[in-house]
């Protein structure tokens, strides 16, 4: 599974792990990614959305139409 929100678009962040002597080494930051269904009332079928925590949450908030409405905006299909 890959690190990226279908809702907010959430990806890595990459920058530098600095030890005690200051070494710099590379490491990245990953989204807290989770693959949650719901189910989609106007279509009669459930949807497994690969989201972020804080995309839940906003899935909470504006209901799961609302929330794949946006997601195929942004071109992604569900």
Known sequence: MSAHCQLTGA???????VSHSHRRTS???DP????KRYWLPSEGRHVRLTLSARAIKTVDAIG???AVA????RGVKV
């Open 11 to 17: 990806q890595p962040g990459f920058g530098n792990r």
């Open 27 to 29: 490491r990245r930051f």
């Open 32 to 35: 807290n990614i989770q693959r």
């Open 64 to 66: 799961v139409e609302a």
């Open 70 to 73: 946006r997601i195929r905006a």
